[in-house]
């Protein structure tokens, strides 16, 4: 009873490959968000779970049954629209009510139920008689919610349904969601390019770049055990502190030529790259002889600064989140060094932290 | 500051100085040809427009004393059916054209352009031959099936309904809806405004008639109203201006109708919120 993507490929042409070999399992009722940056396959993918766009190459499973040639209509599921996909001369009632009616199998007053029911979960009955086009932005994104909880499919897709709002009605909508999916038990494939949003709500996160899977997992183990590079970067703000490093022995490495750092793990290679978070970055105001770097911008955020600075060597630039009561200004002489807690990469950008050594440390 | 103010009114003034003079000059014919058409024929011929005698007697006698009643039905019914036929049949072929995919799409829909590049003066001749072959002429039919569907219309409701949101097309794929029930329940509903300005084009285009009729039909049981008025002229022995004048007026009421019943539906704004 769970959606299974096997070696899922689309290209289209010959020579433009836009999903490459796609494999992974979706359980039942999980939150499950596909998470990359613009361009990288991920609403693609969602269309090809729907039925929307035709499969390439690969199997689509959906409850153990294989959907590929299956009209979107048989694979039982609703879509919520990036743009919402609302039809603007029905009112928000027959927007709710139209999946419903379409299908023809459900009874005048199921319907009337299943809508009404779907109205007052999104907070919505008020407006029922209104049109798309009298509602604000963030109204128009329930109506498309109530769309979806109001059908009776298991599966719910989503095409970065948050994008045009604004902040802080993305955050709230993100919350009435996340509640929506856990209520309903809705099995919710959800596509989003805001890492937030994937770190925040899912339950699993597939991580898409260049048409290919870069890791699937907890939002807590792609954190803090990214596979690669790509996926350390993308998740964390300010994103990871990737600089250059060389072994001097077992226990200590130089990083960048700028300073050195003991670490708790062997390290098998003589070059590679060290991932640091901005807050296991330690700064230091010293005077220019020992300094290693220079404070270039300082933003306040409250309850902490980060601090961007750049390295003597190599015209690198980091990014220290420190509290907010340190002084740092532009043009500050600084001394940087680092926790043990690193990730280190290989000249690849694969990962080659000693799991265990992370979650010791 | 007041010379920059009275420099603006002056503007002002100057534009809706030439605004009223281009009204008056446009509207002075039509209300000049309503005028007269309350004034007695004898008036007319004297060039006596500010006469006071002014009176129904033209339209009685439009209605009374000529076919006009049943040119009038006669175009209604012949306008009527071609518009229905044109927003069925374009509307059709435009769906097809944008939301079905199938092999020399794009050659055919160049064929349909072509027709259209041609005016309808240059295919009367062969038109002609071929209504006479088949039977039709002086008969409804000549004048409304080769006016069933119109390239221009197909054209025109296809640049409409690719302006139709994919993600219609997609959550209405998702919902299982079929090609005609997406065809009728969104996308017509959605191009509300297109249709409408077809509607009012073609029935407009088949009201105003002219040639066409002119060639196809001889009998007051098929003419057209156009026609028809130009035959008031030359039925009568002296040319009675006013009941010609009262004709005129009769038969451009309707188009003004189909005009301001359009109008109201051309508000912009009528799609929003549909995407974004």
Request: glycine letters at 4%.
């Amino acid at each position: 009873m769970s959606t299974i993507l096997t070696n899922v490929s689309k290209s289209y042409d010959s020579d433009k490959t836009v999903l490459n070999d796609v494999t992974a399992e979706i359980q039942t009722g999980e939150f499950f968000v596909i998470v990359g940056p613009s361009g990288c396959g991920k609403s693609t993918l969602l269309r090809m779970i729907a039925g929307l766009t035709s499969i390439s190459e690969g199997e689509i499973h959906i409850d153990g049954q294989l959907v590929n040639d299956l009209p979107p209509k048989d694979r039982n599921l609703t879509m919520v629209f990036q743009s919402y996909a609302l039809f603007p001369f029905l009112s928000v009632w027959d927007n709710v009510a139209f999946g419903l009616k379409a299908r023809k199998s459900t009874s005048q007053s199921e319907i009337e139920e299943r809508v009404n029911e779907a109205l007052k979960m999104v907070n919505l009955e008020e407006l029922k008689d209104r049109k798309p086009r009298e509602l604000s932005g963030g109204q128009r994104q329930r109506v498309a919610l109530a769309r979806a909880v109001a059908s009776d499919a298991k599966i719910c897709l989503m095409d970065e349904p948050l994008s045009n709002l604004d902040a802080q009605l993305r955050i709230k909508m993100r919350q009435e969601i996340y509640a929506l999916q856990r209520k309903l038990g809705l099995t919710l494939i959800y596509v989003t390019h805001d890492q937030v949003e994937a770190m925040t709500m899912a339950d699993h996160i597939m991580v898409l770049h260049d048409s290919q899977v870069q890791q699937i997992g907890t939002p807590t183990e792609i954190y803090k055990h990214p596979a690669n590079e790509f996926v350390a970067s993308f998740f964390g703000v300010p994103p990871i502190n990737l600089l250059p490093a060389t072994k001097i022995n077992d226990q200590t490495i130089k990083v960048n030529d700028d300073f050195e750092m003991s670490i708790n793990q062997q390290v098998p290679e003589s070059e590679f790259q060290v991932g640091i978070r901005p807050n296991e970055l330690m700064l230091e105001k010293v005077d220019e002889l020992t300094a290693n770097a220079t404070v270039k911008s300082v933003e306040f955020l409250g309850d902490e600064k980060i601090v961007y600075a750049k390295m003597a060597h190599n015209d690198l630039e980091i990014a220290a989140i420190v509290a907010s009561d340190a002084e740092f200004k532009a043009y500050d002489t600084i001394l940087v060094s680092a926790t043990e807690k690193v990730l280190l990469f290989n000249h690849e950008g694969v990962n080659i932290t000693q799991m265990e050594a992370v979650v010791n440390a | 500051m007041t010379q920059i103010d009275e420099r603006a009114a002056l503007k002002k003034f100057l534009n809706y100085l030439l605004l009223i003079v281009l009204a008056i000059i446009i509207l002075a014919p039509f209300f000049i040809g309503i005028w007269t058409s309350f004034l007695p024929t004898m008036d007319i011929a004297k060039g006596n427009l500010f006469s006071t005698n002014i009176s129904f007697d033209n339209y009685v006698a439009a209605f009374t004393k000529t076919p006009i009643l049943r040119y009038l039905l006669n175009t209604l019914v012949i306008s009527t059916i071609t518009m229905i036929a044109q927003l069925i049949f374009c509307s059709m072929s435009a769906y097809a054209f944008v939301f079905l995919k199938f092999k020399y799409r794009k050659t055919i829909f160049t064929l349909f352009l072509i027709t259209m590049m041609l005016p309808f003066e240059a295919e009367i001749i062969p038109n002609f031959a071929t209504v006479k072959q088949m039977g039709l002429l002086d008969n409804y039919a000549v004048l409304i099936v080769p006016f069933l569907t119109s390239a221009f219309g197909t054209f025109m409701l296809r640049q409409s309904f690719m302006q139709t949101p994919i993600e219609l097309k997609e959550a209405s794929d998702i919902e299982g809806l079929n090609h005609f029930q997406f065809y009728w329940n969104i996308v017509l509903p959605y191009n509300k405004i297109s249709m409408i300005t077809l509607g009012a084009y073609s029935f407009l285009g088949s009201w105003n008639q002219y040639l066409w009729p002119m060639l196809t039909t001889f009998s007051n049981n098929s003419r057209m109203i156009q026609n028809g008025l130009k035959q008031l002229q030359s039925e009568e022995t002296f040319n009675d201006w006013g009941m010609i004048q009262a004709s005129a007026a009769i038969i451009v009421i309707p188009t003004i109708i189909v005009l301001f019943i359009g109008q109201h539906y051309f508000k912009s704004g009528m799609n929003e919120g549909a995407v974004k």
